[in-house]
C-alpha cells in the first residue's frame, strides 16, 4: 500500500488531473479524432496500489472507454477520489476488504457512481452482472444460470476470461500481483470488453 498523507493524495490528484486533461485534448484536437462508445474498462482489487491505478486510468483514457466497472477491494476512500481523472463515468460495487463505506461514498468524485455488492447493467442491450466474486460459488452459479450476457467479477486476484453458450465472464485480475504465499496471483492487469464483437482482453500493467 502506497504510504501517501490526505495533502500528498490531494497534490498528486490534482497533478494527474490536469496531465490527463491535456493529453485527452491533444487526442480530440486532430480532425480523426472520435470517442469510441463501445468500449468498457473492468477493474478489481486496486487495493490502494496508488501508482498503478495511474495507469490504468492512463490506459483507459487512451483507450477511450465510454464506461468503467470497478469490482470493489478499492480499500480507502483516497483511492476513489484517484478515479476522478477518468473522463467517463465509473460504476463500482463493494468487495470485501472495503472498510469506511461513508467515506468512500461522501468523498467520490462526481463521475463514480456506487452500486452496493451486487448490480445489473443494460449497456447496447447486453445484461452485464457486477459481482466482487465472494463467495466464488455465487459468481459460478451466476456463470453457469446463463441468465446473463456478460459478468464482471474480481475477489480471487487471477485474471481470466471464460465464455459459455450464452455467457462471457471476465475477471480482469488485481493491481497488487504475486508475492509471498501468493504466488497464484496473476500480475497486475485490467480489462477491456468491446460491446460490438463480444470480446475482452487482459491487460497487463508494470
Known amino acids: 500500500r502506497d504510504g501517501l498523507c490526505g495533502t500528498c493524495i490531494k497534490t498528486r490528484l490534482g497533478r494527474f488531473r490536469a496531465a490527463t ?3 485527452m ?3 480530440f484536437s486532430g480532425e480523426t479524432g472520435k470517442i469510441i462508445f463501445m468500449k468498457l474498462g473492468i477493474i478489481s ?9 495511474e495507469q490504468a486510468i492512463v490506459l483507459f483514457n487512451r483507450e477511450r472507454v465510454s464506461k468503467v466497472y470497478h469490482l470493489g477491494d478499492w480499500c480507502s476512500p483516497f483511492s476513489v477520489e484517484l478515479f476522478g481523472a477518468l473522463h467517463c463515468p ?6 470485501n476488504n472495503d472498510g469506511d463505506l461513508y467515506k468512500m461514498v461522501t468523498r467520490k ?3 463514480v457512481e456506487f452500486k452496493d455488492r451486487f448490480f445489473v447493467d443494460m449497456v447496447d442491450d447486453m445484461r452485464i452482472a457486477l459481482i466482487h466474486g465472494d463467495p466464488k460459488e455465487v459468481a459460478h452459479d451466476l456463470y453457469t444460470s446463463k441468465q446473463y450476457d456478460l459478468i464482471l467479477c474480481g475477489h480471487t486476484h487471477v485474471a481470466k476470461i471464460e465464455r459459455n453458450e450464452k455467457t462471457l465472464l471476465i475477471n480482469s485480475g488485481n ?3 504475486p508475492f509471498s504465499d501468493k504466488t497464484e496471483w496473476t500480475p497486475p492487469s485490467i ?10 482482453r487482459i491487460i497487463n500493467l508494470e
Do not use: K, M, W
Request: aromatic fraction near 6%; avoid cysteine.
Open 21 to 23: 486533461e491535456r493529453e
Open 25 to 27: 485534448d491533444s487526442y
Open 45 to 53: 482489487d486496486t487495493h490502494d496500489q496508488v501508482t498503478r491505478i
Open 90 to 95: 465509473v460504476i463500482g460495487i463493494f468487495g
Open 109 to 111: 468524485p462526481s463521475n
Open 175 to 177: 493491481l497488487i500481483g
Open 191 to 200: 480489462a477491456i470488453h468491446d460491446t460490438e464483437t463480444n470480446d475482452a
